[in-house]
């Protein structure tokens, strides 16, 4: 699991050194493009706005599949220890969890 994580990990710093080398190359390009316009500081804004956009969403995506993967991984144990503790507990304990605390299991 420790691999999967730092493959991850690295995945995500590249997608992230790629997205700033390619926001820095769309800045060059268009600050030569737009370098005799008249309003060469909002093209080059404009076009910055829309790249950041896009890079910004990608990266988030990236970074959030990582989050995602955390909390299912916690779920999936926490659910794993109410099933050991329900089963090897004492048999009144779901009963006894439900009365003192009904507001975390409305969905059972």
Request: charged residues 25%; proline residues 1%.
């Amino acid at each position: 699991m420790n691999d999967k994580k730092a493959l991850q990990e690295k995945f995500t710093f590249w997608i992230v050194v790629i997205g700033i080398t390619f926001l820095l190359i769309v800045f060059a390009i268009s600050a030569l493009l737009f370098r005799n316009s008249d309003k060469a500081a909002e093209n080059i804004v404009a076009v910055l706005g829309a790249v950041t956009g896009v890079l910004g969403t990608l990266i988030g995506y990236v970074a959030g599949q990582s989050g995602k993967d955390k909390a299912e991984r916690r779920a999936a144990a926490a659910e794993q220890r109410l099933t050991a503790v329900a089963e090897k507990g004492d048999k009144n304990i779901i009963t006894e969890a439900k009365t003192a605390y009904p507001h975390l299991f409305k969905d059972w």
